[in-house]
């Protein structure tokens, strides 16, 4: 099989955009039998050094300091877009108008608003595109969704959904672009990490009808390098009560300031006939329950990531072998892949981040109102 | 030594009164240091033909169909009361105005109006009085507040907790009393399983000053034994947020339809420099999170329950030797026999009842108005 | 039912004996459908003081410093032997010349030698036995053991066990009894906890064939109270690799020394279609497998210790509701009024005993030569 | 820095060729500051289809259907070797002839004199060599190491290891070449999967001085694909004590029929002050105790693998956000880069797998003469 070859421009060199190399370079290893292969054609950052260096480290054919020459570039059909949310709408819009697939990390723009104006245009020019939930890319939260919908737990009745960690708990940490709502948007923990948990609640028990949210900054001022303080600007945490359209309830908790949490993006998943469980510490583990007649040996189950959970896929070498952030990347490259070489779409899109970007919006506004909100999911085309 | 012999009256010889005879029993040889130990005395329940079977089984001298009796009996010095929520107002009332020390389940009375009016005529009569939230007697919970407050994780942030069980998840289940209103109370899961976890917050993460629950009753009406069925009275499940008087936040949360869960009463405890995490379905271990100076060895200690945990006993054979919900009772009669017998009150009391049953009140407010609800925390003398 | 009453006379009141107690006072509660329940006649131990404590702690009616009128006592119906194996071999022997039921801990007698002797003894006078295994009580041990005999993991083909504490891991922890082969005779770490899991692995695998062990005292001098130093007479820790009869094999590991063990009594357990974990740190759990058509959704299943793994008691409140070491002695009773009441045994006895004792004795002489031993399994009757 | 571009040529295109590739293609983007980086040159395997296929899959510029072109190729300058052990010998001593590094999956050679021929004349040539014992490459096993070396858990007193799978489990799986001792080696699970957990054993406790080993194959026939069986020519389990130099003991075992077991290579390590535990199927995880003064607030600790576990590189994109086997392999293609550019060897080498291979015979001998047995490890150079 002759594989399509499908040129990558790559806008920014950060923490997250290594991730997404990593994928680029296991996937077509991983994934032999997709029928389109990443070409790394050209990186861009602010500075030429910086983009010189990411092209060199990450193996690109080209570098620039200039994002608008990576959406313009002829041979690249994908953008992706690594930088923080304020430049998110800005290129976005640019690459859809050059026509190009739009790759664009969480959380999508500064604000709901902003999600929304790229996925009308995306709609509008008939665009395709992907964005970074990378959580859903877990050949275990596929399974879990299996479990779902083939029925082995029955209805699900709840939804306890979290995600901390604890980048942000020791108060002498310094006060980062993520504390800058100008830059990475209104919400803090919610924007960064609720919007995973977010997106896990919606795959696994549908579209989220309302919220009533309670959230705050802890920690209200940070250091700046040169000693003096400055005011964060979003939430260090919050908590949220849910109702789904389907009739289940459940919360959803974010926090950035969770002292111990590292990776602590997890639910418990209650259904009418069983319950899954699922701690993103450790990823390569679902745990599933099932009522069942013989009850003196009812538990819970621990199921480890295995290759046959990862159809058409090698990237597992065997059952229980580990799994990594990195690897769900390299999964989200292929969900990448399929997207630009075939109909379907593996989805999340633009569109979808726009509807997640709603509900923590609803979030925002029910902590400043004390009230339920119910998201204005938006309607795309 | 010569230890207190005082008079046990039991009232009720069901399910939790069995928990209780095995703590009744154990605690004079668990407990050698303690000024007090108990003598069965006389136990009753609605026929006559249980009440001598529950004397015979459970050691009592005698037993009587008229709890007055137990009530009016000069050998009795204590009244402990196991029978539904409906009839512990009627009895606590009889057993102050007799002098009595009040031991009662929980939860107590049919509301906290009921609760209270025990407490301002116990407080009246200066009746000592001891409620079974059994949780908060395990080792590890006292081990928990002692890091809580010498500081080993800094202040309290968040505390997310939650009693689940599964005890009503199976659809097909029949009515049973605890969903009579009339008997068991308003509330339903929060009644019987999210007092305990309230009552834990409260120990570990202060008093609670708002609370905002969603709740409901999702199969709501089950089987009476005649094939007819009858509708529910209480909820299934309720979800809360929580903000507590010194500032902490967090979540509570209950269910008595959370397929697979068992004795899931547990909590993450988010501190400034630490954390705690407990689940009661490992009822011997607690997670201890410290941040430290050398950050490549950090990570949650898992601390069994060991002797040294319980000054003055010897209940537990060695560290890591299992600690049973039986065990907590006999820990619980040890704290009766040190009321009966010292000036101190090691809590909690019918005041501290009326104060939880307060917080349920307000969740249940705040579950049928959908607002933010101040739970009136009484003030008793 | 008029329940048979059954005079206990203990010997001892250590450590042990206390947990006996606990057993014996919890009992007539936990199993009220077993025909006998236990009578406190009398307790001793080596001077007044302590048996006059002991009987007024315990419960006793009366206590004595002279153990042989405990044995001869009209009014005793089992003897109770709690104290270290320097004396189980006279006691015993007494025991069962005065016709009594004969209860002992573990490890029976100084050698398997003595174990024999008492065991011959008591089947020649027909008396009955009970040897303190305390972990074969677990209700999980004995779902284990339905699991093996009812094929769900297939044949067994290894074990692979160990009991491993860490009381004498600090190099400065004193010389103890437990270090004096004249009183607790030739075996440490073998004698202590090693024969709990020889009892379990022949339990759940079999009868023992072979053994190979390596052995060594590995603190060859600890303290004594005077300041002055003393050898140790047994081992601190002990591996062997086990052929049991059936063709399983396997290993057993034993350590007084293991650096934060606490009560790590656990095995592994393979079957041609399934296996077993068990971890005695978790005394409540017992982990699952089996192989499954669906090999996406195989794994370890946990299952909590429940009510209805006990059957015709009522000592466990409810599932995942905590077991506890004392728990185990309270179904150790009830079998010792089994044994008391009925014609069948429980088990292990007396020849259970030396038979284990054999393959201490084995292990102990493959440590010295090097090389296989064939456990001299002795025949009783 | 310009880094160093060295010339791969693989010879073998299965399962754990692509493992490597996964790490050829990693680790130039996670280890920035290594001085070489991998150039994928050439593919071999034994046909034209399936070295076209592997270039084309791998990204290998050149293929052959001839390993000897793959040696003498002036591009190549290290060579991999991913074939079956029968072969590594004269792979090996023709690249060493050729002057080509050596990588070389394990077990290496059919036997440890086939690994000792290889490691004398790499000696001889002064030709450098690195050998696949993956798990040394886990960030934790280096930690753990640390850990051993500065002391914080005192002297080792015991290792209990073990490397379980359950890939020939079922009775029904068919004759593999793993089965085939002139193929795969007169090792069968040892040599597959026990050479790991001795590599662990000797890098956390130091070399190997006896054995003394149990082994046996369980089932003595396999079906071939036409549906006759064969013998199955090499053990399916051992079981071993262990002596090491410094006077530690302990045990090793290994099995591939473990029902059950996934990827179950882990170890408990005690030490005097301390302990260790581990199990692969939690990579990322790493349990450590230490002994300290307020004994109320031990446990077991569980640290996640975190960035700071791998000075110099950006594998890891944060703490807890897993490991897998596939990230060890880029480790050690980072180790095999480092090789290749500095004086020193970050190990083990062909030497030290010949040593490894003394110990797997010292076991089958053990197993066959029933005794204890030295390895002779050999001394090369």
């Known amino acids: 099989m002759a594989r399509k070859s499908l040129g990558i421009g790559l806008i920014g060199s950060g923490f997250i955009a290594r991730c997404h190399v990593f994928g680029y370079r296991q996937m077509p290893v991983a994934f032999p039998a997709v029928a389109g292969i990443p070409r790394l054609e050209i990186v861009s950052d602010i500075t030429m050094e910086l983009a010189e260096r990411a092209a060199d480290q990450f193996g690109f054919a080209r570098s620039t300091s200039d994002w608008k020459k990576v ?5 690249v059909d994908i953008v992706d ?7 998110h709408r800005e290129i976005a819009l640019a690459a859809i108008a050059a026509g190009k697939i739009v790759y664009c990390e969480k959380p999508v723009g500064l604000s709901s608003a902003e999600a929304k104006d790229m996925a009308l245009a995306a ?9 970074g939930f990378t959580y859903l890319r877990n050949p275990l939260m596929q399974l879990a969704r299996e479990i779902v919908v083939d029925g082995t737990i029955g209805e699900v009745v709840s939804f306890a959904g979290l995600h901390n960690e604890d980048y942000m708990s020791d108060p002498a940490a310094p006060f980062s672009w993520r504390c800058d709502a100008g830059i990475a948007g209104k919400a803090g923990a919610l924007g960064d990490l609720g919007c995973h948990i977010i997106s896990i609640a919606r795959m696994l028990a549908g579209e989220i009808a309302e919220v009533n949210c309670d959230l705050r900054t802890v920690y209200a001022h940070r250091k700046l390098a040169d000693g003096t303080s400055r005011q964060v600007e979003n939430e260090d945490e919050a908590n949220a009560l849910i109702r789904f359209q389907n009739g289940a309830r459940g919360t959803i908790a974010s926090s950035r300031i969770a002292t111990g949490a590292k990776m602590r993006v997890g639910f418990d998943l209650i259904g009418t006939k069983g319950a899954l469980r699922f701690d993103g510490e450790r990823l390569g583990e679902l745990q599933l329950y099932t009522r069942e007649s013989n009850s003196g ?3 819970f189950k621990t199921i480890y990531a295995a290759p046959g959970h990862l159809p058409g896929g090698v990237l597992l070498p065997g059952p229980a072998h580990g799994i990594s952030f990195n690897d769900l990347k390299t999964i989200e490259i292929r969900d990448l892949m399929e997207l630009a070489t075939s109909d379907g779409s593996p989805g999340p899109d633009l569109a979808d981040a726009a509807r997640i970007g709603a509900i923590v919006d609803a979030m925002l506004e029910s902590g400043a109102t004390r009230k339920w909100v119910a998201p204005r999911i938006p309607t795309i085309e």
Chains 1, 2, 3, 4 share one sequence.
């Open 297 to 299: 040996r009812v538990g």
């Open 81 to 87: 877009i690594c930088v923080p949310s304020q430049l």
């Open 123 to 131: 709609a509008k020019a008939r665009i395709k595109s992907l964005v």
């Open 71 to 75: 959406v313009s570039d002829p041979k």
